[in-house]
C-alpha cells in the first residue's frame, strides 16, 4: 500500500545517521516536510480525499514516534485540478520540502514534469498516466518513483472483459477529452482489434472537465443503442451522466474504470442506479485484509481519510450492495 511505501522510503532513503550528516531541504533535526498539491476544490475536488489521508496517515506516524525521532510535516496546497496552479504550488514548496506525493491528473504531471526533475525533487507516485514518465530519458527519472496502472492497458483489459466474460455486442465509451482520454481510447482500438468482430464500438463520447450537464451525451449514447457503458471517467462526471440516461429510461450495463473504483462513493452518488456495475480497483477495499492496517488507526486520526488505496493488478469487480457492496466480477 502505498502509505506503508512512503514510510519504507523515508526509513531506507535517510537512516539517521544520514540525515544528521547531509542536510536537505525539508528535513531538520525534528521533522520531514512532505508537499502535496492536491484538488481540493475544483472539478475533480472528490480526489483531494488522497491528500486528506495521507494528513490523517502522516499524523498517525507522529503518534507512533515518526520517522528516526522526526515527526512529520505535510504542507498542503489546493490546485483545483489546475495544471498551472499545481506548478506554482511545486515552485513555492520546492526548497522547503524533503518530497512531493500523489499528483493527481495527467495534465497536472504532464505540466509539472518538467519542474520535478530540474528541482531534484523526489516524487513518490502520481495519480496520472506511466506513460508520461516512460517516455522521459532514464537520468531524468532519478528522483521519481511511480507505480500505477497505464490506463491504454486497462481500457484494453476492461473490453476484453466486458466481450469476453459480460456478453457485450454493442460498447460505447465516455472518456475525457485529454491525455487520459487519448491513452483510454489507444486501449479501446487495441482490444477491438484483437477481439476481431465479436463486438462493435457503437458510440465513444468525450466530455470536458468542467463539463456539468450531460444530456447531450447521454442521448448519445441512448441513440447508440449500445448494451455496455465503459465509463473512463470521474466519480461526478459518471454519476451526471448515468442520472441523466436513467431519466431517458435508457439502462446499459456499466463498466467503470478505477477511477471510480470506490463503491462507496459511487453508491452514495448513484444509490440503486450503481447496482450491479463492474468496475477495476487498484486499491484495498473495506472487507478486504490489506485495509485492516488503516483501518486499525483510531476514529479520530481516521476521520479525515476516505480509505486506503494501494497499487495492484487490475481486477473486476461488481456492485452488489445485497452482497455486501464489492464482488469479484462473474461471467
Known sequence: MKVRALAALLLVAFPAVAIAQ??????????????????????????????????????YVNDAGGVHGRKLKVLLKDD??????????????????????GLVGSAVVNAAKDEIVEAHLLLVNAY????????????????V?????????????????????????KLAIFYQN??????????????????????????????????????RQAVKFRESGADTLFLAALNTHSANLVREMAKAGYRPRLVGSFTIGDYQVMYRLLGELWEGAYYTVIGAVPGEPETKVVLDIPDEVRAEAPGPRGDRAHRC??????????QEGRA
Open 22 to 59: 547531509s542536510r536537505v531541504p525539508g528535513v531538520t533535526d525534528t521533522e520531514i516536510v512532505i508537499g502535496l498539491t492536491a484538488p481540493l476544490s475544483g472539478p475533480a475536488a472528490i480526489y483531494g480525499n488522497l491528500a486528506l489521508a495521507k494528513e490523517a496517515w502522516a499524523r
Open 145 to 169: 518513483f511511480i507505480d500505477y496502472p497505464d490506463y491504454a492497458d486497462e481500457a484494453d483489459y476492461l473490453v476484453t472483459y466486458s466481450v469476453t466474460r459480460l456478453g457485450a455486442q
Open 317 to 326: 469487480r461488481e456492485h452488489d450492495p445485497r452482497r455486501g457492496g464489492a
Open 128 to 143: 496520472a498516466s506511466p506513460q508520461t514518465w516512460a517516455r522521459q530519458p532514464r537520468d531524468k527519472l532519478k528522483y
Open 178 to 215: 485529454d491525455d487520459w482520454g487519448k491513452e483510454v481510447m489507444d486501449g479501446v482500438s487495441r482490444a477491438m482489434k484483437t477481439l476481431g468482430g465479436k463486438a462493435t464500438l457503437a458510440a465513444a463520447v468525450p466530455y470536458e472537465v468542467s463539463d456539468r450537464e450531460l444530456g
Open 80 to 101: 483545483g485540478f489546475n495544471p498551472a496552479r499545481a506548478v506554482a504550488n511545486l515552485r513555492e514548496m520546492k526548497d522547503s520540502v524533503f518530497l512531493t506525493a
